[in-house]
């Protein structure tokens, strides 16, 4: 199976511009999440997908391999369904966050494995909650499992409510998994689902996963116990390097 490792990156992020390009002990964010992709046995090829000729042209002097793609994209699902059409050759894509510089290979290696049963059309992983202030952070979408390991709903509010038990106690009565962000789609899976119009669920939650369990599309999870660090803010930053 041919796995095409993809990490979309553009310049013009709202809450840290230039955020690909900032330094972290001697490289840039960018250069630090294509080494740890590269690490991954079982991607055949890593490419940053880019909007910028800035982040483009450091890449290729990292000696990374990057394409430019549109600007008028919407999210990084839609930067990965472009790439992926001029790479045909593969089976898989895998959508690597490109704000996460420590990822760990091996979360990457869990989310390729999903594709060893040939009905997986998308897959993601989840981690186990720990601490209520996981569980009630609206920046880290909570999901829902069925027994088959697939996604039901994901969503920023703690699901489900326990009813009759104080919040406090909620994590003593259900095991709760919160959403790592990275997404495996098959190549066709993925052009599918970058067609779809913008759905109620999505809007509603701010979470574009929605759209495609909205349509009928099923998302395998895998759970990992390591934990990602995303660099969402300059303030982030900081406190990952402390």
């Given at each position: 199976?041919?796995?095409?490792?993809?990490?979309p990156?553009?310049?013009a992020?709202?809450r840290?511009?230039?955020?690909?390009l900032?330094?972290?002990?001697?490289?840039?964010?960018?250069?630090?999440?294509?080494?740890?992709?590269?690490?991954?046995v079982d991607?055949?090829?890593?490419?940053?997908?880019?909007?910028?000729e800035r982040?483009?042209?450091?890449?290729?002097?990292f000696?990374?391999?990057?394409?430019?793609?549109s600007?008028?994209?919407?999210?990084?699902?839609?930067?990965?369904?472009?790439?992926?059409?001029?790479?045909?050759?593969?089976?898989?894509i895998i959508?690597?966050?490109?704000?996460?510089p420590?990822?760990?290979?091996?979360?990457i290696?869990?989310?390729?494995s999903?594709?060893?049963n040939?009905d997986?059309q998308?897959?993601?992983?989840?981690?186990?909650?720990?601490?209520?202030?996981e569980?009630?952070?609206?920046?880290?979408?909570?999901v829902?499992?069925n027994?088959?390991?697939?996604?039901?709903?994901?969503?920023?509010?703690?699901?489900?409510?326990?009813?009759?038990?104080?919040?406090?106690?909620?994590?003593?009565?259900?095991?709760?998994?919160?959403?790592?962000?990275?997404?495996?789609?098959?190549?066709?899976?993925?052009?599918?689902?970058?067609?779809?119009?913008?759905?109620?669920?999505e809007?509603?939650e701010?979470?574009?996963?929605?759209?495609?369990i909205?349509?009928?599309?099923?998302?395998?999870?895998?759970?990992t116990e390591?934990?990602?660090?995303?660099?969402?803010?300059?303030e982030d930053?900081?406190?990952?390097i402390?």
């Open positions: 199976m041919n796995i095409l490792g993809i990490i990156a553009r310049y992020s709202t840290f511009p230039g955020k690909p900032v330094d972290i002990a001697g490289k840039s964010m960018i250069q630090r999440v294509y080494e740890q992709a590269k690490k991954c991607l055949t090829e890593v490419i940053v997908a880019t909007d910028d982040i483009y042209k450091h890449v290729h002097d000696g990374g391999s990057a394409i430019i793609t600007p008028d994209h919407q999210s990084g699902t839609d930067r990965c369904a472009e790439v992926a059409v001029k790479h045909p050759q593969y089976d898989v959508n690597i966050q490109g704000d996460e420590y990822i760990n290979p091996e979360q290696s869990k989310l390729a999903c594709f060893q040939s997986t998308i897959a993601s992983l989840v981690k186990k909650v720990n601490t209520e202030q569980l009630f952070n609206i920046n880290s979408p909570k829902v499992i027994k088959f390991s697939e996604a039901v709903y994901f969503s920023r509010s703690p699901l489900p409510h326990i009813r009759g038990q104080a919040q406090s106690e909620w994590l003593k009565h259900y095991t709760y998994f919160k959403h790592i962000g990275i997404y495996g789609y098959r190549a066709d899976i993925l052009q599918q689902i970058t067609k779809l119009p913008v759905s109620a669920l809007k509603a701010s979470l574009e996963q929605l759209r495609w909205e349509n009928g599309y099923r998302i395998k999870v895998a759970e390591l934990e990602t660090y995303a660099i969402d803010t300059p930053l900081i406190n990952l402390k």
